[in-house]
């Protein structure tokens, strides 16, 4: 059974730093590419970035661009989303996502964590 | 950036009655990679259907989609009570990837 079980959530002031972590099982990590998407309170889903786990090739939206890195840790299994420079626009619950098919950069999210609030306010 | 417009942003509908979901994209894309979520108060979305007509996992077969160019559509042939939730269409064929912005159905 896939798992994604996330952590990192937090209250952090603007301008302030997160690191959220979603550790994966159930599946062969490195064959598939991961996602975060990311949900503000009472509103849509929102992609926030993808990494491709066969070169290792991130892609960003233009919010966060500059500002977010995503990263893994094929050896552990471990999705991470580093937030730096956080504006209060990027309150939100955050979820990481898992492709429907292996070796796609691009696919149907068909596994999500449970997701993790992020409140940026001083 | 493809932009995903959906609509209704509110459909009341009863149990046993057919729901059809609108998303019209700001460019063309392929069906094929244009997909359809679930998402019920307080739970994580669920793929609902993906490709051309795939139904993911553990859908049933009353969930349907349809469209092409810009236009896209899901119907649910007969609301059941676990139907009423938010749907969202998403295109993953031009980057970066987009979301919709939802369509509530809810009892009427």
């Known amino acids: 059974e896939v798992q994604l079980l996330q952590s990192g959530g937090d209250l952090v002031q603007p301008g302030g730093s997160l690191r959220l972590s979603c550790a994966a099982s159930?599946?062969?990590?490195?064959?598939?590419?991961m996602n975060w998407v990311r949900q503000a309170p009472g509103k849509g889903l929102e992609w926030v970035s993808g990494i491709i786990p066969s070169d290792g090739n991130t892609y960003y939206a233009d919010s966060v661009k500059g500002r977010f890195t995503i990263s893994r840790d094929n050896s552990k299994n471990i999705l991470y989303l580093q937030m730096n420079g956080l504006r209060a626009e990027d309150t939100a619950v955050y979820y990481c996502?898992?492709?429907?098919?292996?070796?796609?950069?691009?696919?149907?999210?068909?596994?999500w964590g449970q997701g993790t609030l992020v409140t940026v306010s001083s | 950036e493809i932009v995903l417009t959906q609509s209704p942003g509110i459909l009341s509908l009863s149990p046993g009655e057919r729901a059809t979901l609108s998303c019209r994209a700001s460019q063309t894309i392929s069906i094929n990679y244009l997909v359809w979520y679930q998402q019920k108060p307080g739970q994580v979305p669920r793929l609902l259907i993906y490709g051309a007509s795939s139904r993911a996992t553990g859908i049933p077969d009353r969930f349907s989609a349809s469209g092409s160019g810009t236009d896209f559509s899901l119907t649910i042939s007969r609301l059941e009570p676990e139907d009423f939730a938010v749907y969202y269409c998403q295109q993953y064929g031009s980057s970066p990837q987009t979301f919709g912005g939802g369509t509530k159905v809810e009892i009427k």
């Open positions: 159930g599946f062969t990590f490195n064959n598939f590419a």
């Open positions: 996502a898992k492709v429907l098919i292996p070796s796609r950069p691009r696919a149907p999210f068909d596994s």
